[in-house]
């Protein structure tokens, strides 16, 4: 990497941020194609996040990924919003162009490609569980809505939280429940869906459960886990050890990476070369 003054910079706003992944996989992008391209982590503070990004369109950066806190804050700072991050309720991509803010969700169709990748599942005609209902929950529950799924189901710890999944939901075709995340209504419904999605932040830590037994599982079910660090959660183990195929959210992490650089850079991204790069940054992996 030659960084001269004729460098290109993109990168994310976070905070907390020192865990990111994302410049570990865009800057071995950019290093592939021979571009002349950074991408930095800044610590944004949730206040300071409409004078950053101005800040960051004046001193002629391109694009930028938001993480927590600022993907649901950033709806309203941003001078034209997707109309579908505007429904998934959060904007994770932000890309400056003569002075104008853009705001997309990269996350949705990061979704849909992995358990595309993963388990060559396609969404549509398809019942999903997600389990979740913040921001993550949200995203995941109406993407799949708005790519056609027959049903979307979501189960979370505090029911008023889904109303505004309902809400955007009912406005698509897509048949929809809400239920308690317990063992025990997951036990009703798990029979008749072909997808399950952990959207929680359960699983992040080593001991975390989500108290979902492997009798609930079986071998025709799909359960996708968005978290990727650690590897394997329990739900993903638990799940596997009864017969159901599973993925964990590295796939997810990839493909929202590569459609923001490819909003920003309008070329295609390389993906293996960024797939290796997650991998040596998360897991430790040779790249
Ligand atoms: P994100 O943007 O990553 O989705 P979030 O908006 O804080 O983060 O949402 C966290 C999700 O994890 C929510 O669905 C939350 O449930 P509540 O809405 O009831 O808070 C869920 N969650 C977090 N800790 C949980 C726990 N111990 N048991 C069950 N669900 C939990």
């Not at 809400?178 to 359960?202: G, P």
């Not at 459960?209 to 799909?222: I, K, M, N, V």
């Amino acid at each position: 990497m030659h960084i001269n003054g004729s460098t290109t910079i993109v990168g994310v706003f976070g905070a907390p941020i020192t865990h990111t992944a994302s410049p570990a996989m865009h800057n071995a992008a950019f290093g592939a194609l021979d571009m002349n391209w950074v991408y930095l982590a800044f610590h944004v503070e949730a206040a300071n996040l409409r004078t950053a990004l101005r800040g960051a369109s004046h001193m002629g950066l391109v694009g930028i990924n938001l993480t927590i806190p600022h993907k649901i804050l950033a709806l309203d700072g941003i001078d034209e919003i997707e109309p579908e991050a505007r429904k998934l309720g959060a904007v994770n991509t932000v890309s400056m162009e003569k002075g104008k803010l853009r705001g997309y969700n990269t996350d949705g169709y990061g979704f849909i490609k992995a358990v595309k990748e993963d388990f060559n599942l396609s969404i549509k005609g398809k019942r999903v569980l997600v389990l979740g209902a913040g921001g993550a929950g949200h995203g995941i529950a109406v993407k799949c809505a708005l790519d056609g799924a027959a049903k979307v189901i979501v189960a979370n710890r505090t029911l008023a939280r889904i109303e505004p999944i309902a809400r955007e939901i009912s406005g698509t075709k897509t048949e929809f429940l809400a239920l308690k995340l317990a063992a025990e209504d997951i036990r009703k419904v798990i029979h008749e869906v072909d997808l399950v999605v952990n959207a929680t932040s359960v699983g992040l830590e080593e001991q975390d459960s989500l108290g979902l037994g492997a009798d609930l599982f079986s071998p025709r079910l799909h359960v996708y886990d968005t978290i990727y660090r650690p590897a394997e959660t329990e739900l993903l183990r638990v799940a596997e050890s009864a017969g159901a195929k599973v993925a964990n959210g590295l796939s997810m992490l990839l493909h929202q990476g590569a459609k923001s650089f490819e909003i920003w850079t309008k070329r295609k991204a390389p993906l293996a070369v960024m797939r290796r790069a997650l991998r040596a940054a998360i897991y430790g992996e040779k790249p």
